[in-house]
């Protein structure tokens, strides 16, 4: 009786979770936000701008919406994997991923976003090198390397994991 009421608890336990995610679903709305204010400070600016300011601003844009799709990425793997499934039925516009991103996929695509982001830090601090000194450009190249030599030893233990189950 002990054990079945113990085991229904942590069971239970798993809607600690939603908040959370309720909470991520802010950040992203918090994102969006951020996207626009970004969008419209830098579009009165983008036709005076030069070819590598466009880029720059660009980059930024897309900085940010990798950054959501990372976000959204996690809410919906996360909510399905630990808390509930998420039931729309046969909506057209459910991701083809969604229901069948477990954590060891999402790891790799949440180090694919990162080695992403990372890139693009990278790309646009060699674009302002004028700015940035080398200290902190090469701060950034070893943090990129980081994310891709992370990223690469991710992607092997995921490879080799399930060959030592079968041993």
């Known amino acids: 009786m002990l054990e079945k009421t113990l085991e229904k608890l942590i069971f239970l336990s798993r809607w600690l979770l939603a ?3 309720v909470g991520l679903v802010a950040a992203l709305l918090f994102l969006a936000v951020k996207f626009v204010q970004q969008f ?3 579009v009165p600016h983008a036709l005076g ?3 590598s300011e466009a880029i720059l601003i660009v980059l930024t844009l897309i900085d940010i919406v990798l950054v959501a799709n990372l976000l959204l990425m996690v809410i919906f793997s996360g909510y399905e994997n630990f808390v509930s499934k998420i039931d729309v039925g046969d909506h057209p516009d459910r991701p083809s991923w969604m229901g069948r991103l477990d954590m060891s996929k999402l ?4 180090i694919g976003s990162i080695v992403a982001i990372s890139a693009i830090e990278v790309l646009k601090a060699f674009m ?3 700015r940035v000194s080398d200290r902190d450009l090469a701060w950034l190249v070893g943090i990129h390397v980081m ?6 030893l991710l992607a092997l233990m995921d490879r080799i994991a399930p ?5």
């Open 128 to 130: 302002n090198v004028a």
């Open 107 to 110: 790891k790799l695509r949440l």
């Open 49 to 51: 701008a030069s070819e």
């Open 147 to 152: 994310f891709v030599v992370s990223g690469v």
């Open 163 to 167: 060959t030592a189950e079968h041993d």
């Open 19 to 21: 908040p959370l995610y």
């Open 40 to 42: 419209i400070e830098t």
